[in-house]
């Protein structure tokens, strides 16, 4: 199992800049892909950014240059730099790991099976 705890969410301006970070622990090296989804208003949720095993990074279009995720190794958190942002960012923020070929985790094809608590983040026009 994993586990996986955020922190770092809250209000900012629009325009604003915050970072999230993900721990993880447990068996962290079944993982090949690990990732930020949000959740807003609406019931779809979204894969913003996913680092990949290989260092290979995947952003959505609607975060890019905006966004960046990051991780110094596989035992340090996993971050979420966030800049400029927007009042459509406004989201619960979640760290999600998975264990599948890297490709078909960021397709979403493979599960994403392990998920942290989230955290909010509310931005301000």
Same mark, same amino acid.
């Given at each position: 199992?994993?586990?996986?705890?955020?922190?770092?969410?809250?209000?900012v301006e629009a325009g604003g800049s915050?970072?999230?970070?993900? =721990?993880?622990?447990?068996?962290?090296?079944?993982?090949? #892909?690990?990732?930020?989804?949000?959740?807003?208003?609406?019931?779809?949720?979204?894969?913003?950014?996913?680092?990949?095993?290989?260092?290979?990074?995947?952003? =959505?279009?609607? #975060?890019?240059?905006?966004?960046?995720?990051?991780?110094?190794?596989?035992?340090?958190?996993?971050?979420l730099q966030m800049n400029s942002l927007?009042?459509?960012?406004? =989201?619960?923020?979640?760290?999600?790991? +998975?264990?599948?070929?890297?490709?078909? +985790?960021?397709?979403?094809? =493979?599960?994403?099976?392990?998920?942290?608590?989230?955290?909010?983040v509310t931005v301000s026009s």
């Amino acid at each position: 199992q994993v586990q996986l705890v955020e922190s770092g969410g809250g209000l900012v301006e629009a325009g604003g800049s915050l970072r999230l970070s993900c =721990a993880a622990s447990g068996n962290i090296y079944a993982v090949n #892909v690990v990732g930020w989804y949000r959740r807003g208003p609406g019931p779809e949720r979204e894969l913003v950014a996913a680092l990949k095993y290989s260092g290979e990074k995947f952003y =959505a279009d609607s #975060v890019k240059g905006r966004f960046t995720i990051s991780r110094d190794n596989i035992r340090s958190p996993t971050y979420l730099q966030m800049n400029s942002l927007k009042p459509e960012d406004t =989201a619960m923020y979640y760290c999600a790991a +998975c264990e599948g070929v890297e490709e078909m +985790c960021v397709r979403e094809i =493979a599960p994403w099976e392990h998920w942290g608590q989230g955290t909010q983040v509310t931005v301000s026009s």
